[in-house]
């Protein structure tokens, strides 16, 4: 994991706004800021090769491309040795479906959020998941509606 770099006021805003739409216009970005474009595209680029802004990406309704089911899954597993980890990250990241995957503290292993357009669709996600390694446990729940979604960070917490 890096370090956190120091952001002032004018770098959170920056943030805050191109998190909102990435492709605003760097006049506009500027004008918000209260800088001219030049030094407000310097610090974009700072910010870029801090490894603070990562990529930028369009975000898709899900609806629309047919994989508007969320399914939330928790693993468990009774063996823990690299190995199996391994392989087992590998086949999440295998499947485009697995859209997040985390190792997790406490009595879960592991979560993944998998979307989908169906139940039958998540069947042979599940296939593919348990033909690939050895789970314990496999506890899948299905999202009734969302409720919240961003992909903004809250930056109150920058240094």
Known sequence: MSAAISLDT???RLLELVQEDATTPLAQLAEAVGLSSTPCWRRLQRLK???VITRQVAL?????????VTVIVSVRTAVHTEEWFERF???C????E???FYRMSGDVD???RVVVPDIKAYDAVYKRLIAGTNLHDVSS???MEQLKYTTALPLKYAL
Do not use: K, Q, W
């Not at 309704?61 to 994989?67: G, H, I, S, T, W």
């Open 110 to 112: 592991y979560l993944l």
């Open 60 to 68: 898709v309704d899900a609806e629309r491309v047919n994989v508007g």
């Open 89 to 91: 990250r590998a086949t």
């Open 98 to 100: 697995v859209v997040e």
């Open 93 to 96: 990241e295998a499947i485009p």
């Open 49 to 51: 090769e801090a490894g």
């Open 141 to 143: 729940s299905f999202a």
């Open 10 to 12: 004018i770098d959170r």
